[in-house]
């Protein structure tokens, strides 16, 4: 946080199929695992480019958390299905040790493409929904703190993890 390029709105990718795409998800997929990470979004690598990756099936970050599908999702799109407020404590790989209570929508439809240019379509509630919004987020050059709505939640993962308040 910090660096402008993650406030870039990033471009849609034009291109499918193509060498260049696959090994930007390949290592955006090494990023991921190496940080114990639900997501993660290009621009986060430093790459203005409209894709994003996600996979959540026992992480040690989010031990509570719900599985999520790996996936793949580029130029993505979304419309909100239940605009029910559904809130939790989310980290970042671009906001490193820490957490804040964010906001987000409970249940969504999301479209994309995947690597190869095929288009596919999905439902999504609950922390499915939430990681797809967050990772969405970075796309528009949004940071999850902020959308932070009590300033007083938002603390270092640490700390917040001593007093009993995050896992
Ligand atoms: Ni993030």
New binding site residues.
């Given amino acids: 946080m910090g660096d402008p390029r993650l406030r870039q709105v990033s471009e849609p990718v034009e291109r499918f199929d193509t060498p260049e795409l696959h090994q930007l998800v390949e290592d955006m997929f090494d990023t991921m695992a190496a940080a114990s990470g639900a997501g993660l979004a290009a621009p986060?690598i430093g790459v203005p480019l409209r894709v994003m990756i996600f996979s959540v099936d026992g992480n040690p970050r989010y031990p509570d958390a719900e599985s999520v599908p790996t996936t793949v999702l580029v130029n993505p799109e979304f419309e909100v299905v239940d605009y029910t407020e559904i809130s939790g404590w989310e980290g970042?790989?671009?906001v490193p040790g820490m957490r804040g209570y964010v906001p987000r929508y409970k249940a969504i439809r999301y479209s994309g493409f995947d690597p190869a240019g095929v288009h596919f379509e999905r439902d999504a509630a609950g922390f499915h929904s939430v990681v797809f919004q967050?990772?969405y987020d970075?796309l528009d050059g949004v940071l999850?703190p902020d959308r932070i709505v009590e300033p007083h939640l938002f603390g270092f993962e640490e700390e917040l993890a001593a007093a009993g308040i995050v896992g």
Wanted: proline share 0%.
């Fill in positions: 986060q970042c790989l671009s967050h990772e970075h999850y």
